[in-house]
């Protein structure tokens, strides 16, 4: 067991967050579905009250809580992409159903969790010790939505005129 497992509140929508979540990347499954005693007040018999899974080899525990807790931006998941199929990917099934795409590789999914959806290739550039090359990487960035590696690349390696 992890030492340090995050705990997802969501609105009754666990056990489908948590089956969506991990048909989305590979070495992720459910672990257990715990169902709630007859004398637990806050739901029925039964139901659903947590979910353990693990996302890309990282324990989650989703709880059903109700709607009190809504997820805020104030907590997200960065996804560490290898290439664009896999950006366009995710970024496709994340934002679809009642999802939301957001600025700068961040988008909502549908229970309302906050991702960011970043290629390998972009802290690299970002990273650059040619502060130039990296303002240019950071400026394309900045202007997009779901992140274009190329145009971002394209505006990384432009030479500026003379």
Request: net charge negative.
């Amino acid at each position: 067991m992890a030492k340090i497992t995050p705990c997802l509140w969501f609105n009754y929508q666990a056990e489908e967050a948590a089956k969506f979540y991990v048909s989305l990347l590979p070495h992720s499954h459910i672990d257990k579905v715990v169902r709630s005693p007859a004398d637990n007040p806050s739901t029925r018999a039964g139901a659903v009250l947590t979910v353990e899974f693990t996302l890309a080899g990282q324990p989650f525990i989703g709880l059903n809580g109700g709607p009190q807790f809504p997820f805020t931006e104030a907590v997200s998941f960065s996804i560490d992409c290898e290439d664009q199929a896999e950006v366009d990917r995710l970024w496709e099934a994340l934002t679809r159903g009642g999802g939301s795409p957001g600025p700068c590789g961040w988008l909502k999914d549908r229970f309302g969790l906050s991702w960011q959806i970043v290629p390998r290739a972009l802290p690299k550039m970002l990273e650059d010790p040619d502060r130039d090359a990296a303002s240019r990487a950071m400026q394309a960035m900045l202007k997009m939505g779901k992140i274009d590696i190329a145009g971002v690349t394209r505006a990384y390696e432009a030479r500026p005129s003379a």
